[in-house]
């Protein structure tokens, strides 16, 4: 598709000059004095997500000029091109497919190889959550990255939707240390093993699988292909291993983005079929809005826009990830590999080196506990960093009052970083705990806030499967907006590809201490190891 990138357009040099006169010194607090009706005007509503966005440095204007970014950069036909299955994974040669994943029976490409699968492994998981007959108690995923992130985020999220009688444990890291606590208290016979790899060659996941096999055959296992299965392509590989039970998918299905299919059987096994059928058609929902809404009301697209500005011409590089529910602890985690693994590439769709900023870093922690560790920072640090608050109206649990300070810590937390606190706010107040030996002045200086810092808030009516499903999906085509616009290919990860060979180099030298060859630094380090 011959399209612009985003600095080719007229829009670009719009918005250029937009943040120059208004942009720059945005203040939010200024904004809403201006315009008490901010929040109707910039909110969004999306299924099963609603969206707060007027605590965002951004006006009406700034966002005509971006949808006039997105427009100039032929957005919707990208988005349709991808939708329709286009190869729009150009350096792969690959089209672009996980939505079809979720589309109704009959109503997506390829529906017939999607739901054949998806209908064998959800008859499969319903023969092991009878757990009277299969005896399973017990489920270890052996995955890495797009098949450790994705089932290890949505599982704990979904925990009040989980079979009671079965415990999950994921085993991503290569590191003996991350195996052996698990394996420390299972039994062979009530353990199931989820090896999860679409070519079945994946150096830490095959590691971890053998020294699963290993310690099932060492302490009195039996029937390997009973307690082991494969979400994998490579069924021969899979076979020789000694598991026949299979279930694949495709090389139009990204690992970031699998969660839908086969490598979702962990979530299939927590929640049951039915949920998992709920989960699917939740992203299904976000699917067609993001298919059909105008791009005005699109939330997929207005979060990107808002992503673009602020990377581009705020210069903000990163962004904090505070989910208000102890369930969501691992999406920070899930939405780093996500975004930073699909857009932080240097090049655009030709290769030419880019002139500007693509992913953010993306990081956080559930809510109360980062404001604990790290929300001194966004308070008070010299780096402006945008925050996005997911808040859920309605627990899963009984306890009530837990969740009402719950809510409550998550809105004062986005109306503080608004406001602030000025330095006079600061001295009329008093501050038990400082210094007697310091001045007023200088104490109330160390207890001014700057405010005037943008942050979002998500707000979902209760995590469901459904919802949550919702959720994932509107996080995965923001990614594709922002990499659209940007001119880059959100769909390869050839960054990952250096450091696994260079390893396949130092594994035997690790072993002989040969060094020709090596930089200084990695032969001193490697001989240190050895010694």
């Known amino acids: 598709m011959n399209t612009l990138r985003c600095d080719q357009t007229e829009a670009w040099a719009a918005l250029r000059g937009h943040y120059e006169a208004h942009g720059r010194d ?57 939708l329709r299955g286009d190869p729009i994974n150009h350096t792969e040669g690959r089209p672009v497919l996980h939505t079809a994943l979720r ?4 109503q997506g490409p390829f529906s017939d190889d999607v739901h054949g699968v998806l209908d064998a492994m959800l008859a499969f998981v319903e023969t092991v959550r009878d757990t009277k007959a299969s005896g399973i108690r017990h489920i270890v995923n052996i995955g890495i990255g797009g098949s450790d992130l994705g089932p ?8 009040a939707f989980v079979h009671p009688g079965l415990q999950f444990h994921f085993v991503s890291n290569v590191d003996g240390h991350d195996i052996a ?7 062979p016979q009530e353990t199931l093993f989820i090896i999860a790899s679409k070519t079945f060659t994946t150096q830490e996941t095959m590691a971890n699988a053998h020294v699963a096999k290993a310690w099932f055959d060492a302490n009195g296992g039996t029937d390997t292909a009973r307690h082991f299965v494969a979400t994998t392509t490579n069924v021969k590989a899979a076979a020789e291993f000694g598991i026949t039970t299979t279930f694949g998918f495709w090389d139009w299905v990204g690992g970031r983005y699998s969660l839908w299919s086969a490598i979702g059987l962990p979530i299939a096994l927590a929640i049951g079929a039915d949920n998992f059928r709920a989960l699917l058609a939740g992203a299904h929902s976000m699917d067609r809005h993001f298919a059909t809404a105008p791009l005005a009301k699109n939330l997929p697209v207005v979060l990107a826009l808002i992503d673009v500005w602020y990377r581009n011409f705020h210069g903000f590089s990163s962004r904090s990830v505070a989910p208000y529910h102890q369930g969501l602890k691992r999406l920070p985690a899930y939405l780093q590999q996500l975004e930073m693994e699909s857009n932080g590439k240097c090049v655009d769709l030709d290769g030419t080196s880019l002139p500007y900023a693509t992913s953010p870093v993306v990081w956080g922690e559930p809510g109360t506990n980062g404001q604990h560790a790290y929300f001194q920072m966004l308070h008070q640090g010299t780096d402006v960093i945008p925050v996005e608050f997911l808040l859920v109206k309605r627990p899963t649990h009984a306890f009530t009052d837990l969740h009402t300070k719950l809510l409550a810590n998550g809105l ?19 501050a038990p705990t400082a210094s007697k030996s310091l001045d007023a002045d200088t104490i109330a200086r160390h207890r001014t806030f700057p405010g005037n810092r943008p942050s979002t808030t998500l707000v979902l009516d209760q995590l469901t499967p459904e919802s949550l499903g919702a959720l994932i999906a509107l996080y995965e085509h923001r990614v594709f907006v922002s990499g659209a616009l940007w001119g880059i290919n959100s769909f390869d990860q050839w960054g990952v590809e250096l450091g696994k060979a260079l390893c396949n180099d130092l594994l035997p030298r690790l072993a002989s201490g040969e060094t020709g060859g090596l930089d200084g630094s990695t032969a001193g380090l490697l001989q240190r190891l050895r010694a």
């Open 152 to 159: 290890q985020m949505v599982v704990p999220a979904l925990d």
């Open 103 to 106: 589309s109704p029976r009959g």
């Open 412 to 430: 004062a937390q986005s109306q503080a970083l608004m406001l602030g606190k000025t330095t006079e706010q600061a001295k009329g107040e008093k």
């Open 181 to 187: 606590p698990v394996l420390r208290h299972l039994k």
């Open 26 to 82: 945005f203040d939010l607090r200024e904004a809403f004095a201006r315009d008490p009706g901010r929040f109707n005007a910039l909110s969004v509503e999306a299924p099963q997500v609603f969206a707060d966005l007027s605590k965002n440095c951004i006006d009406t204007a700034t966002l005509h000029f971006l949808l006039d970014l997105a427009q100039e950069c032929q957005l919707e036909a990208r988005r349709d091109a991808m």
